[in-house]
């Protein structure tokens, strides 16, 4: 068995090999002068189960996902797992104007052309598994990974910054073994959010803010300010994807005690694994 890292998912494919007691293989990913993609899997895989990892964000990650997929398909492999840590374009999922594509669906459909089972984490859209309609497709939970990351830092609340993921923070609390809540958000366009006040009762206390991504920053930003107002002694803001796209990071640096993301995008924050996760489902 081996495990295929991208150049996207480094950390992630190591941690993976190691979960499934795997080999890492050795890839050559570079970029010819004019910026295309060129890829060499220095392996031979002819006879083996394949797990390809790449997180597909930003675009250029999405085409060396292919190439690797290809590469890949030239040895006459025993199976090929695709994972894609990170789904990216999960959150356009439906057409908002006459016009638009289905973006997560366009992705779907590429990536399942040239694999046998799919795999992603905490994908932000459920569709997008449904979408998979000619492989085997899993969205694997992050709550077991975050919760067992968080557990025995005395948090003594995990937040939610908005109802619909209210649920997720109550799995990441019982696995710390404290109390969930939830702000009430609304989006007013994509870099702007509203909260309405609510009194949580955090004066003093260790508060964990889990979210499955953080992308402008502007969603915990607001979460943390109301956390702030009321009093709690520590704010940890804690996510799967760690997007921080346009100044996001600095953003919640100014805000927020922790911040902490996972390895499905590594970036400065990552310190949490989901390689457990995804070892146990893909040997389920
Ligand atoms: C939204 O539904 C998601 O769960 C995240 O809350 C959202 O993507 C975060 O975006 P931002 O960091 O830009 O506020």
Redesign the pocket.
């Known amino acids: 068995m081996f495990v295929v890292g991208g150049s996207a998912s480094q950390l992630l494919s190591k941690e993976l090999a190691k979960c499934l007691k795997a080999k890492l293989a050795n890839v050559e990913v570079r970029r010819f002068p004019d910026d295309e993609c060129y890829v060499r899997i220095d392996e031979d895989l002819d006879g083996e189960d394949v797990f390809l990892v790449q997180t597909t964000w930003p675009d250029k990650n999405i085409v060396e996902l292919f190439l690797l997929q290809d590469a890949i398909r030239q040895f006459e492999i025993s199976s090929l797992t695709t994972v894609a840590p990170y789904f990216g374009y999960a ?1 356009q999922d439906k057409q908002f104007k006459p016009g638009e594509p289905i973006s997560a669906r366009a992705l779907a459909r590429l990536i399942q052309m040239q694999t046998d089972e799919f795999i992603t984490v905490d994908v ?1 859209s459920p569709f997008v598994i449904d979408w998979f309609d000619n492989v085997s497709a899993k969205n694997v939970p992050a709550y077991p990974s975050i919760g067992k990351h968080l557990k025995g830092k005395g948090i003594e609340l995990i937040l939610s ?2 109802e ?2 209210v649920e997720n923070a109550k799995r990441v609390a019982d696995i710390v073994g404290c109390e969930a809540d939830f702000l009430v ?1 609304e ?1 007013i366009n ?2 702007t ?1 509203e909260m309405t006040p609510k009194k949580l009762g955090v004066n003093g206390k260790k508060v964990a803010i889990v ?11 607001k979460a943390a300010d109301q956390l702030r107002k009321q009093g709690a002694a520590r704010i940890s803001a804690v996510c799967t994807h760690g ?1 921080f ?1 346009k100044g ?1 990071l600095d953003k919640l640096k100014a805000v927020c005690d922790e911040i902490c993301s996972s390895d499905t995008i590594e970036n400065p924050t990552t310190c949490i694994s989901v390689a457990p996760e995804i070892a146990r489902i893909a040997q389920d």
């Open positions: 959150r932000h910054p908005d619909g993921r958000k989006r994509g870099e959010v979210d499955d991504i953080i992308s402008t920053g502007g969603t915990i930003a997007v796209a996001g």
